[in-house]
């Protein structure tokens, strides 16, 4: 099984702060408009191959926002389905930085055990929640492989400023389905941050990972002499 990331890059070059603010807001719109559910109805009898190209070539022609709407609709009625999340991120990016910036916006599938050895044991990390303060009482990361902060999604642009992008090698954003991470993830991105990652399937995938899989690595490496001391809370 895999997980995926979305590094997010250089999406702010060449672009002016007042285009910059009207990305922001519009990445903070859809995020919370998306994840609320509050879609148009879907195109009915069209199967996503057949949505998404329709928006591709409207994406072609210039018109970014009739594509973009196109999508939203057709994840209402289908809100699981990854290719049709993974045109609206692409085609949405695309629109909105004219053209260029959605070719370094791309998926990056990681194994777990690649992301477990490779990341999170070797880097310094910056994990993010963007949900509410209401919901985090369900749920909220507690692990000594991370520095964890809560900024909800409205709150980004303002409090992003708390995690300086100095002290880490990445940011990861988190939340329920992804959705609102990936608006994060490109307002960060957009803000200067660099190594700005997601996890695609919501923290569910956090949570999977810790239970298990960090678990097993974390034995494996201090049975090999690569770690010295356990990384995760007992």
């Not at 050895?117 to 507690?142: F, G, M």
């Not at 660099?194 to 923290?203: D, E, L, M, R």
Request: proline residues 6%; aromatic residues 12%.
């Amino acid at each position: 099984r895999e997980y995926s990331f979305c590094n997010a890059i250089n999406l702010t070059k060449g672009e002016s702060m007042p285009t910059l603010k009207k990305l922001t807001l519009f990445f903070m719109f859809v995020g919370i408009f998306v994840y609320a559910g509050s879609l148009s109805t879907a195109l009915a009898g069209q199967s996503p191959a057949e949505v998404i190209g329709k928006a591709g070539a409207l994406m072609k022609s210039g018109d970014y926002d009739q594509a973009e709407e196109q999508l939203q609709r057709a994840l209402k009625a289908r809100p699981k389905d990854e290719s049709l999340w993974e045109a609206n991120n692409t085609i949405s990016g695309r629109g909105y930085v004219a053209g260029w910036a959605a070719d370094d916006f791309r998926w990056a599938p990681m194994k777990a055990k690649k992301f477990v050895t490779d990341v999170v044991l070797k880097k310094k990390i910056a994990l993010v929640d963007v949900r509410s303060p209401l919901e985090t009482a369900v749920w909220y990361p507690k692990s000594k492989l991370f520095d964890t902060f809560l900024i909800p999604l409205p709150t980004v642009p303002s409090r992003l400023y708390k995690i300086h992008p100095e002290r880490y090698d990445e940011v990861i954003f988190i939340c329920p389905t992804g959705t609102r991470a990936a608006s994060a993830s490109l307002m960060a991105a957009m803000m200067g941050y660099k190594n700005v990652y997601f996890f695609k399937g919501g923290y569910k995938v956090l949570t999977g990972l810790t239970g298990g899989i960090y678990r097993k690595t974390e034995k494996r490496l201090l049975a090999e002499g690569k770690i010295k001391e356990p990384t995760l809370p007992r």
